[in-house]
T-cell receptor
């Protein structure tokens, strides 16, 4: 079984809808991250969390919110989806600040 | 702000040739430099992590070097195979970045049989 899982893998939604992307990990890591990837661009950090009580904004947090329900679960919400949020979304985990980051398979989101 | 650049954006080589992938970064104050592989429709797989105190790291046919003074890292893949076809991304972890990675846009590699 994969160490970092994301659901759903693909999602089509309409402008103005609220959606949630979920991430779960079995690696036992404290640190979790949400990134988005646009074609031809690198990954940009949306939010990151060092533990259940510590959540921080990344480079592009506007229009997004997150919830760390447990050490193993980190959810990303789009409160009111807009077309320029169409992208590939990745969740990642790491052990410690300097550790390797482990990525989920990604969620492909299309906002119409 | 740390900026990470990967040139070229795409590369095609015949099977058996050695691959050289370049990554440059603007701020030398980093914890580490990480190389990832991304296959279409899949997530990123970590290949190598070089700590700021290291000059290189090796794993099988892969070797990554780090030169902080010039702001460069190079990933070498020896004797390329068609299975090496993928997009390769590098990412720098800034010293005061608390684990946040700054990614390059990646180099798309095609190894032709």
């Amino acid at each position: 079984d994969a160490d970092v899982t994301q659901t759903p893998r693909n999602r089509i939604t309409k402008t103005g809808k609220r959606i949630m992307l979920e991430c779960s990990q079995t690696k036992g890591h404290d640190r979790m991250y949400w990134y988005r990837q646009d074609p031809g661009l690198g990954l940009q950090l949306i939010y990151y969390s060092f533990d259940v009580k510590d959540i921080n904004k990344g480079e592009i947090s506007d229009g997004y919110s997150v919830s760390r329900q447990a050490q193993a679960k980190f959810s990303l919400s789009l409160e009111s989806a807009i077309p320029n949020q169409t992208a590939l979304y990745f969740c990642a985990t790491s052990e410690g600040t300097e550790g390797t980051q482990y990525f989920g398979p990604g969620t492909r989101l299309l906002v119409l | 702000k740390q900026e990470v650049t990967q040139i070229p954006a795409a590369l095609s080589v015949p099977e058996g040739e050695n691959l050289v992938l370049n990554c440059s970064f603007t701020d030398s104050a980093i914890y580490n430099l990480q190389w990832f592989r991304q296959d279409p429709g899949k997530g990123l797989t970590s290949l190598l992590l070089i700590q700021s105190s290291q000059r290189e790291q090796t794993s099988g046919r892969l070797n990554a070097s780090l030169d902080k003074s010039s702001g460069r890292s190079t990933l070498y893949i020896a004797a390329s195979q068609p299975g090496d076809s993928a997009t390769y991304l590098c990412a720098a972890a800034p010293l005061r970045g608390w684990g946040k990675l700054q990614f390059g846009a990646g180099t798309q590699v095609v190894v032709t049989p």
